[in-house]
């Protein structure tokens, strides 16, 4: 039987945006507006996924106690913050590949976030600033720039996942 979202109580709400603004920086918990809903997990209860208007925006991660977007979470994240907040660029060619929730390769990569760090939360846009996928950077931003061999970022969802 799935669990079916539900409105969070203030303290996770609180927790939810206090947890988007820190990974993400300030201004990210506009993303997670307070018509958020959660599921929790039917043994521990504690807070699995995040929705806005029926979408998944993220799922909470216990392990770190950070959020693991999605597509959509991406969309919500990229109407927040103005390019290259977040973000890392690649060449055009590669788009249906990408799209399709394939890896960024390094020598891919034509621009990015300068702030960015190994390990953390991206998104992967075209040169027209399209999303087209969420995941995890493995570089910190001048690398991203300089390797030419390795993968960039590792793919979490295609934006072809969410049509």
Known sequence: MPLLPVKPQLHELRRIRAVAAYQFGKGAEKAFPPSILIVRSPNTHRIRHVYNDGKLLATYRPKDGLLALTVNGGLALKRVFKAPKLRVKVTPGVEPFI??????????VIGVDPELRPEEEVLVVDKRDRLLAVGRSFFNAIEMQSFKIGIAVKVRHGAADSE
């Not at 799209?99 to 891919?108: D, E, I, L, S, Y």
């Open 99 to 108: 799209r399709k929730g394939g890896n960024v390769f390094a020598k891919h």
